[in-house]
C-alpha cells in the first residue's frame, strides 16, 4: 500500500503561511546490505526541511533521525515508514536555520523516547519498572517543554511585541490610539520636574565613633553631620557628657584610685600594727 503524499501548512512568520511538503525516504536492500535512497527531486527539499543549504548539514540531521529518532535497533534496522513520520514531524516545526534545524530535530527525538517511555510504562508489571519509566518519562516531557520554550525565545530573538486589538472607550473618557510623540519643550520639562535623587555611594557620612572604635560610615541626615542613630534627629545620640555609659561608677577613675588609697592605707596600717606587737 502506498501512502500519499500530504502537503503540510507551516507558518514562518505571523500571518504568512506556506506550502511545503515532508521528503520521502525509499529502502533497498535487507539486513547489513540495507539502505536508504532519496528521490534526486527531493533531495533539495530535504536540506531545506533542516533549514539550511549545506547537503552535508542535512545528512547529519537525517542520521540523527535514524540513529535515535526511528524505532529499530543493530539487528533490525528501522524502516522507511518510521524515519519519513519523523521528517514529516521535523517539516511540521518548519526550520528556518541551521539552529532551529538542530532544535527541531531533537524535540523530534525526544518526543518520540517520550512517548517510546509513556508505551513502557503502561505495560509496567511491577512498581520499580513503573517508577524508571515514569521517571523516565516525566524528565523527556520537561525536556521537550523546555526544546519549545528554547525555540520560541530564539525566534523571537528577545524581543516582545504587545499587539493591541480592541480598545473600549466608555462615557466620559478619553483614549489615543496610535503613536505619541511628546513637543520638543514637553520632554525636558518632565525631566526637569523629575525628582533628583543622590546615591547613597556619594552622601556624606556620619564619622561618629562606633563602639569598636570605626568610624560610623552611615548617611548623615540631611542638614546635620550625623545620622539618625547618633544624633542627626531630634531625641537621639547620647546625652551631653555621655551620662548613659555610667551605671553604678565603680569601674570609674575616681573610685579606682579611692580603692587604691584605701588599699595602700590597710597596708601601712597593718605594717605599723606588726611592728607594735613585736615583743622587746
Given at each position: ?63 540523527a533521525i535514524i540513529d535515535a529518532g526511528a524505532d529499530g535497533s543493530p539487528s533490525r534496522p528501522p524502516g522507511y515508514e518510521h524515519i519519513n513520520r519523523a521528517l514529516a514531524a521535523v517539516t511540521g516545526i518548519g526550520a528556518q536555520d541551521e539552529i532551529e534545524g538542530m532544535l527541531a530535530t531533537q ?174
Amino acid at each position: 500500500m502506498e501512502h500519499q503524499s500530504q502537503e503540510i501548512r507551516i507558518s514562518s512568520e505571523p500571518g504568512e503561511h506556506r506550502e511545503k511538503k515532508a521528503p520521502k525516504i525509499t529502502q533497498s536492500g535487507h539486513g547489513k546490505s540495507l539502505k536508504y535512497d532519496i528521490e534526486p527531486a527531493e533531495v533539495l527539499q530535504l536540506v531545506s526541511v533542516f533549514g539550511t543549504a549545506e547537503p552535508d548539514f542535512a545528512s547529519l540531521m537525517l542520521s540523527a533521525i535514524i540513529d535515535a529518532g526511528a524505532d529499530g535497533s543493530p539487528s533490525r534496522p528501522p524502516g522507511y515508514e518510521h524515519i519519513n513520520r519523523a521528517l514529516a514531524a521535523v517539516t511540521g516545526i518548519g526550520a528556518q536555520d541551521e539552529i532551529e534545524g538542530m532544535l527541531a530535530t531533537q524535540m523530534v527525538i525526544t518526543h518520540i523516547a517520550a512517548v517510546s517511555a509513556l508505551r513502557r510504562l503502561n505495560g509496567s508489571q511491577t512498581v520499580s519498572v513503573q517508577d524508571s519509566n515514569g521517571n523516565l518519562a516525566v524528565k523527556l516531557l520537561r525536556t521537550f517543554t523546555m526544546q519549545v520554550e528554547a525555540l520560541q525565545r530564539y525566534r523571537g530573538k528577545g524581543q516582545q511585541k504587545v499587539t493591541v486589538e480592541h480598545v473600549h472607550v466608555h462615557a466620559g473618557g478619553q483614549a489615543i490610539v496610535g503613536a505619541v510623540h511628546p513637543q520638543p519643550g514637553e520632554e525636558l520639562k518632565e525631566q526637569a520636574d523629575a525628582p533628583r535623587g543622590i546615591t547613597i555611594n556619594r552622601m556624606l557620612r556620619c564619622g561618629a565613633r562606633t563602639r569598636s572604635g570605626n568610624a560610623c560610615r552611615s548617611p548623615a541626615v540631611r542638614g546635620k553631620r550625623r545620622c539618625r542613630m547618633h544624633g542627626g534627629v531630634a531625641g537621639t545620640g547620647a546625652p551631653v557628657g555621655n551620662k548613659n555609659a555610667l551605671r553604678h561608677g565603680y569601674y570609674t577613675a575616681e573610685a579606682i584610685a579611692r580603692r587604691r588609697s584605701f588599699r595602700q592605707l590597710i597596708r601601712v596600717s597593718r605594717a605599723t600594727l606588726a611592728e607594735l606587737n613585736k615583743p622587746d
